[in-house]
């Protein structure tokens, strides 16, 4: 059983899209074994995505990320990194999988419903930023 962290961002919470999305994550066979419901501040946001820093759309997304509510949540699974990001799609909904979640609720590349961690070392770092380093 391997762990990874899924984000439903302000476009998704906003629409009353949080029990679809864990409806999704749950028939895929995920376990959600730790969930919350945060309102980021600019400075949380900055350093979640400080791996983006200097890249063009950094103030932006930071902008969205803080618009309003998400709900970060801690998923467990064999192969749980992988089998999560074929789940949600390609970053830009546009050129997500036919059926993928950001295929399926995604507005467009920055509203794109969902975050998940794209390595094992970067899903350790997420979610310790979100569940402490305990839940690692
Ligand atoms: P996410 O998987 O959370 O990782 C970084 C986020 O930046 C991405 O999803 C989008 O919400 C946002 N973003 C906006 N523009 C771009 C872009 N051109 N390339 C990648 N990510 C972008």
Redesign the pocket.
Do not use: G
């Given at each position: 059983m391997s762990k990874t962290l899924l984000?439903i961002?302000p476009d998704a919470t906003e629409r009353n899209l949080i029990g679809h999305v864990i409806n999704r994550l749950e028939k895929a066979r995920f376990t959600v074994a730790d969930i919350r419901m945060v309102h980021l501040t600019d400075q949380q946001a900055r350093k979640f995505?400080a791996v983006?820093e200097g890249?063009?759309?950094?103030d932006?997304?930071v902008a969205?990320?803080t618009s309003g509510r998400v709900v970060p949540m801690l998923l467990e699974k064999d192969n749980a990194v992988e089998d999560l990001r074929a789940l949600i799609g390609a970053?830009?909904p546009e050129k997500a999988a036919c059926g993928t979640i950001r295929d399926e609720i995604g507005r467009d590349?920055?509203?794109?419903s969902?975050?998940?961690s794209?390595s094992d070392e970067n899903a350790a770092t997420e979610i310790g930023f979100f569940f402490g380093p305990d839940a690692i």
């Open positions: 984000i961002k995505y983006h890249k063009p759309f950094l932006s997304l969205f990320m970053t830009n590349i920055e509203k794109n969902v975050h998940a794209d």
